[in-house]
């Protein structure tokens, strides 16, 4: 019976207390005191940053004080300590449009900064977090490379360097992707000559891509195709187009994962011309 009366005691101090702290961060939020929002803002995410109890609501209540305060401090010596915990508390609250806008603002501003190249990072990190799944559209993925490759080149020391390289690569491969899947969709529906061109230009523009041998692949058998089911007047010289895409398979996966495939296709090839 007195372990139930402390818990529910517990449990009702709990709740006073919250209510208490919300009433007075609504207080602080609604005062006009600048320099009382500033301590509460920067305690809500020292706290948050310490892991000290709701860390999503205190980096929230802190941003939204910060975004009152940021044109009060505009041109004082508070304004670049103000500014980045404000982009931060974004990034950790995983709004990335926001921390990537923000932190953009932050090495814009203040180009001799200590925090500058934690910004620069975070920032382009954080438009790397908005890119979209492969088979959507890819304008924040171009954008997303765009930065990570300004921050590799603005600070070829960092300590951040190898994580930025592997971002890229993952951003580029899933543009890669998007460029392959294209071509190869082109192949599935049987639009052969459009699948052509497809594959030729993703093997002109991901020389090095870990799709390149489908791409070698499905631009043969498109070819391949596209020959043997044309009118007989025109069939000899797409087979000998299909002959070269064959070749060129053969010549960089002679033990390729679609050899067996190549070989027959290859085979059949071979006796059509023979009948030419």
Known sequence: MFLQRMKKG????SILFVAVSCSEY???LKSEDTGLKYTKAEQLYNEAKADEGNTRKKYRQAARLFE??????????QAQKLMFIYADSYYQLEDYFLSGYQFERFVESYPESEKLEE???????????LS???DLDQTETIKAIGKLQA???????SENLDEANELVTELRVKLERKAYE????YHHTRNYKAAITAFDNFLLDYPGSPFRERAFYYRFDSAYEYAINSYAYVMEERLETALEFYNDYKRYYPEGE???GAEAAYNDIDTRQQNF
């Open 132 to 134: 979209p799944r492969y």
């Open 151 to 157: 921050f590799i080149n603005r600070f070829p020391e």
């Open 182 to 185: 294209i071509a190869k969709q």
């Open 68 to 77: 009152q305060l940021v044109p009060a401090y505009r041109g004082k010596p």
């Open 258 to 260: 679609f050899i067996s």
């Open 10 to 13: 517990i449990l009702l101090l």
């Open 119 to 129: 910004a620069a990072f975070k920032g382009a990190r954080s438009y790397y977090f």
């Open 26 to 28: 609504q207080k602080v």
